[in-house]
Nanobody, 126 residues
Framework: QVQLVESGGGLAQAGSSLRLSCAAS????????MGWFRQAPGKEREFVTF????????YYADSVKGRFTISRDNAKNTVYLQMNTLKAEDTAVYYC???????????????????WGQGTQVTVSS
């Protein structure tokens, strides 16, 4: 089981930037994928991005493509989400998740992941 600890959330103005961190500990699996999801009040949990750990392959939701960047630090066993040009609709609780990579499509679904962080609030004001 992988334990995930998130940090970096907070209040930001529209157009500004914010960086989230997710530190992983415990046993990791082969073909591991690390994903970011977000959930606004009254909404379903939404896929944001994921990275395949073994080679750094990434994939983004259309809503964040060109603005958000996911990256990893192998030495620190940490994944980051750099969020630029923030919009009010980015306001949500952001969750880091860990699971196996099977396909791009499966890695966009929450049920592909078996470990989750507690979430960090991101609020963007206009």
């Amino acid at each position: 089981q992988v334990q995930l600890v998130e940090s970096g959330g907070g209040l930001a103005q529209a157009g500004s930037s914010l960086r989230l961190s997710c530190a992983a500990s415990g046993r990791t699996s082969r073909n591991n994928a690390m994903g970011w999801f977000r959930q606004a009040p009254g909404k379903e949990r939404e896929f944001v991005t994921f990275i395949r750990w073994i080679d750094g392959m990434t994939y983004y939701a259309d809503s964040v493509k060109g603005r958000f960047t996911i990256s990893r630090d192998n030495a620190k066993n940490t994944v980051y989400l750099q969020m630029n040009t923030l919009k009010a609709e980015d306001t949500a609780v952001y969750y880091c998740a860990a699971g196996e990579f099977y396909s791009i499509t499966r890695s966009t679904r929450p049920d592909n992941y078996n470990s989750w962080g507690q979430g960090t609030q991101v609020t963007v004001s206009s």
